[in-house]
């Protein structure tokens, strides 16, 4: 029903910034929330950031609050999250992944309904 595909990582140096684009490959993501999760050996996998399916509403976790920016183009069928003053922890697998309850912001992996394959952040001098 939705297939999802995650671009733009690579290797930054501290301080840097990165753009992350969620795109639908199949399926369009105007009646999604969206939300971004990351994960790093030996941990847990995370929330990030979600939108809601208008974008009218955010959510950020904690450690990238202030840093990050969630945002959405549906004529696009893309969300992005904007990634500034990168740090060394930052360094994850990113995934996007969609809530077919679109207009609420949940970052609980389990909550989400279809994922991306992800795509690696790496901060790093």
């Known amino acids: 029903q939705l297939h999802l595909v995650e671009s733009g990582g690579g290797l930054v140096q501290p301080g840097g910034s990165l753009r992350l684009s969620c795109a639908a490959s199949?399926?369009?993501?105007?009646?999604?929330?969206i939300g971004w999760f990351r994960q790093s050996p030996g941990k847990e996998r995370e929330g990030v950031s979600s939108?809601?399916?208008?974008?009218?509403?955010?959510m950020y976790s904690d450690s990238v609050r202030g840093r990050f920016t969630i945002s959405r183009d549906n004529a696009k069928n893309t969300v992005y999250l904007q990634m500034n003053s990168l740090k060394p922890e930052d360094t994850a697998v990113y995934y996007c992944?969609?809530?077919?309850?679109?207009?609420?912001?949940?970052?609980?992996?389990?909550?989400?309904?279809?994922w991306g394959k992800g795509t690696l952040v790496t901060v790093s001098s």
């Open positions: 992944a969609a809530d077919s309850r679109g207009y609420r912001t949940v970052l609980a992996p389990g909550s989400m309904d279809f």
């Open positions: 939108i809601t399916h208008f974008g009218n509403t955010f």
């Open positions: 199949e399926g369009t993501l105007d009646s999604y929330a």
